[in-house]
Each structure stands twice: as structure tokens, then as C-alpha cells.
């Protein structure tokens, strides 16, 4: 069984910052992609930020400057730093990887269970 656990999201004033973790654990072989996502109320579930294994990052244009995506594939764990948050950034994030299990070497698409951000004005 693999598992991913999201951490870190809390209730922060604009101009504020939050650190997210997301933690992978079970019967893992690799990690491939790594990404988060996030839902605000009433809207679609949005890609905000990607890394590779080597990585390669990437981001939606909204965070650009305010995000960073990072990952410790010893600890088979990946971060976001959030900084200069907005209330437009209020939204449940997900983590997402893309993951080989070390017991059939079958590569899946795993999600964690979300964690709630929310920055007032």
C-alpha cells in the first residue's frame, strides 16, 4: 500500500507564509512526478506546481515568484513554500505523484487526502 500525507496548511494573513509537506510512504520502489494541486470552493482542481525526479520544476503562472516546489527523495517527501499569499490562494491542496510500488512494479497515480490554506485579507 502507498500512501501520501499532506501537512502544514493553517489559516495565515495576506502577505503571509505557509510550508507544505507531503509525505509518501509504503511499498515504494520510485517516485516519478511529484505535484501540487489545489480546489478552491466552487472551482476545478488546478495544477500549481510539478517536479521531476531531477528536479525539473514548473508552475502556474499565478504563484510564479511566491511558490516554491521542492522534494527529498531520500525521505520520499515533498514540499511547497508558499510566500506573499493572497486570499485568492485560499483552496485545499492535494499532492500528487506518480509512483512505482516495489511489490508488482506497477507505476499508479496516488493523491493525499488534502490540506486546507486559507489567507485572509
Known amino acids: 500500500q502507498v500512501q501520501l500525507v499532506e501537512s502544514g496548511g493553517g489559516l495565515v494573513q495576506a502577505g503571509g507564509s505557509l510550508r507544505l509537506s507531503c509525505a509518501a510512504s509504503g511499498s515504494i520502489f520510485s517516485i516519478n512526478v511529484m505535484a501540487w494541486y489545489r480546489q478552491a470552493p466552487g472551482m476545478q482542481r488546478e495544477l500549481v506546481a510539478i517536479?521531476?525526479?531531477?528536479?525539473?520544476?514548473n508552475y502556474t503562472d499565478s504563484v510564479k515568484g511566491r511558490f516554491t516546489i521542492s522534494r527529498d527523495n531520500a525521505k520520499n517527501t515533498m514540499y511547497l513554500q508558499m510566500n506573499t499569499l493572497k486570499p485568492e490562494d485560499t483552496a485545499v491542496y492535494y499532492c500528487?505523484?506518480?509512483?512505482?510500488?516495489?511489490?508488482?512494479?506497477?507505476?499508479?497515480?496516488?493523491w493525499g487526502q488534502g490540506t486546507q490554506v486559507t489567507v485572509s485579507s
Open positions: 517536479i521531476t525526479s531531477g528536479g525539473t520544476t
Open positions: 500528487n505523484a506518480e509512483i512505482r510500488d516495489s511489490r508488482w512494479y506497477v507505476t499508479s497515480n496516488y
